[in-house]
């Protein structure tokens, strides 16, 4: 609690929570994960999300004003554009990497299968891990220690514009294209959810506790706290009676999402404040020092990068023959 009292007294960061509003926004999570596994061009996008071509189109002219892509000319006469990551679109990349992580741990079955990427450095099929860049060891919500949250929005919750506030998703167009993200946007794509589950994180349990550090609408508060406990990631617990008062904590499902507040974190505070000065600091309590959460390869333990990623099963594995790699 003390890391967001802290933050409050922060100077606040307008940019900041315009970051969070835009990277949590479910359509633009959508185009960002369409984007990273290969979608470039408006048909292709606008096929793959499921999306209305002009709800597709104001969300990529916001995230190319905001810097995350860039426009890129593949033909002359007439002209037509394609649609690349830039360094800071990029750097999201590994908080994708650790919802499509969190998706494998609680969401893989046979009926509605979480896409299989491979590592192209080592030939396997893998799953993201989150590790520390000083110990190298696996990193978990357990032994992280947050010296400053995340700095808070500026000015009221209920005044944000009406286009980022919720909205009843389409599932149908979701199921149907990219089925496995169906249940991550219910907490990525909506800001007030992330800041929820980090304020969790941070040790807040209460209801007033909550609503004072986030400064967020008690209605908002109550529905976004409901969902959170209907999707598994918060459990609700009696502390008092007469009245009837609950607790809200972190289940292990919610655990296993920490990794992606992380990322969020960093690339936050490699965007977005002033780098290292400003941004939390994370402390691995495992080994005592001061970190950045890195993505690794499950199968090799090395980090993982946007181009040695391939999605699918690698050819020698399907067939079931194994291609020499190594003398
Ligand atoms: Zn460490
Ligand atoms: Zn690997």
Redesign the pocket.
């Known amino acids: 609690m003390r890391n967001i009292e802290a933050a409050k007294k922060e100077q606040t960061t307008g940019e900041v929570w315009r970051a969070i509003d835009l990277v949590c926004d479910r359509w633009v999570n959508l185009i960002m994960h369409s984007i990273f596994v290969g979608q470039r061009r408006f048909a292709d996008l606008l096929k793959y999300t499921g999306m209305a071509r002009s709800l597709l189109a104001s969300r990529l002219k916001r995230m190319e004003e905001f810097g995350l892509i860039f426009r890129r000319p593949y033909q002359d006469k007439p002209v037509r554009y394609d649609y690349r990551l830039t360094d800071m679109g990029r750097d999201l990349f590994d908080v994708s990497m650790m919802i499509v992580r969190w998706e494998k741990l609680w969401h893989d079955d046979a009926k509605n299968p979480v896409l299989r990427s491979s590592h192209t450095l080592c030939g396997k099929v893998f799953t993201a891990e989150c590790r ?1 860049s ?2 190298g ?1 696996i990193v978990t919500g357990r032994d992280v220690k947050v010296v400053l949250g995340t700095s808070r929005r500026e000015g009221a919750p209920a005044q944000r514009g009406s286009d980022f506030r919720r909205s009843k998703i389409k599932s149908s167009s979701l199921e149907t294209m990219v089925p496995m993200l169906e249940r991550s946007m219910e907490i990525w794509g909506d800001a007030w959810s992330v800041n929820v589950i980090s304020a969790a994180f941070c040790g807040i349990d209460r209801f007033s506790a909550f609503e004072e550090a986030l400064d967020i609408a008690p209605n908002i508060l109550t529905d976004r706290l409901n969902r959170l406990v209907d999707l598994g990631i918060l459990e609700r617990r009696k502390y008092q009676e007469r009245p009837d008062r609950k607790s809200y904590h972190i289940t292990r499902k919610g655990h296993d999402l920490y990794p992606v507040i992380l990322m969020l974190m960093k690339w936050e505070s490699n965007w977005l404040t002033d780098g290292r000065k400003s941004g939390p600091r994370l402390i ?1 309590t ?2 005592g ?1 001061r ?1 950045t959460p890195i993505a690794t390869c499950s199968e090799c333990h090395e980090p993982i990068i946007g181009r040695e990623v391939k999605l699918g099963v690698p050819p020698s594995n399907r067939a079931g023959k194994t291609k020499a790699r190594r003398p």
């Open positions: 520390c000083e110990c060891e691995h495992v080994c020092r970190f």
